[in-house]
Structures are given as structure tokens and as C-alpha cells.
């Protein structure tokens, strides 16, 4: 069953709707800032570039996930959410070892554990930072 907590977040998303970015990221000086969160294009954890105005007209979560985390419980929760409101919801997940080493695999060994444990098919991005100067600010 999905946890309460990601229906709140979801009720989040759909009252607030757009994310305004407040940063610039690779290849943006400060003269050309990035000014909606549909102006961002990331990489998929194969490496194709994902522009995210691709996912206009749905709610967006955004979430940080780890591997060998005790949350990683999450990837199931977070498939069956977006299995159940996929016509109208996206999952943006983002792997991270920032959160204790608890994420220390290559693009392919996470896409890999992701798939073959958990069976996800929401957007998995590769793996980045969320601390520090390279980290991925939405």
C-alpha cells in the first residue's frame, strides 16, 4: 500500500504546480538564468538527455532516493503511486550518494538493482549530488 506521506506530497505538487528555479545550471551563464523548471534538461540514468518540458501538463515529484538506504523500501511505494496516477503524475527519481554513501553504484549497477528489484518504470535520472557546488538545485 502507498504510505501517506507521498499522497500528501502529491496534494503538494497539485496545489502548488509549477517550480521556479532559482539557479543556473550547466551551460547557463548568469546572463541566460533559467527561469522555469521546464528550461532544465538532465541525464537518464542510460544517458540520454530528458528535457523537462517533456512532463508539461502532469504533477511532478521530484524525489532523492539511495539504494542501500533503509528507505529503499520507497522504489515499491513510489511504483505503485505512479502506476496508480501515472495519466496525471510523473516520479522524477534521483539517486544520490550524498546521503551517507548509501548510493555508492555506477548509472548501470542502479538502473540494474531498480529494475531487477523493484520493477520501476518511472524516469530514473543519473546519479548526482545534492550537496556542494555541483549539487542539482529544483
Known amino acids: 500500500m502507498v504510505n501517506n506521506y507521498l499522497f500528501l506530497l502529491l ?22 538564468p533559467i527561469q522555469s523548471f521546464y528550461d532544465i534538461e538532465f541525464s537518464s540514468i ?6 523537462m518540458e ?5 504533477n511532478i515529484l521530484i524525489v532523492n532516493v539511495a539504494s ?3 528507505l529503499t523500501h520507497q522504489y515499491k511505494d513510489l511504483e505503485e503511486l505512479y502506476q496508480k496516477f501515472s495519466d496525471n503524475l510523473v516520479i522524477l527519481a534521483f539517486p544520490s550518494n550524498d546521503f551517507l554513501r548509501q548510493e555508492s553504484g555506477s548509472n548501470q549497477e542502479i538502473q540494474q538493482f531498480c529494475t531487477t528489484k523493484y520493477s520501476i518504470s518511472f524516469p530514473l535520472f ?6 556542494g557546488k555541483k549539487k542539482n538545485v529544483v
Not at 126 to 131: A, F, N
Open 46 to 51: 542510460s544517458g540520454k538527455n530528458v528535457k
Open 11 to 32: 496534494i503538494i505538487l497539485a496545489t502548488f504546480g509549477s517550480i521556479i528555479i532559482a539557479n543556473s545550471q550547466k551551460g547557463n551563464s548568469p546572463k541566460d
Open 126 to 131: 543519473e546519479k548526482s549530488k545534492v550537496r
Open 68 to 70: 542501500e538506504c533503509g
Open 54 to 58: 517533456a512532463y508539461k501538463g502532469k
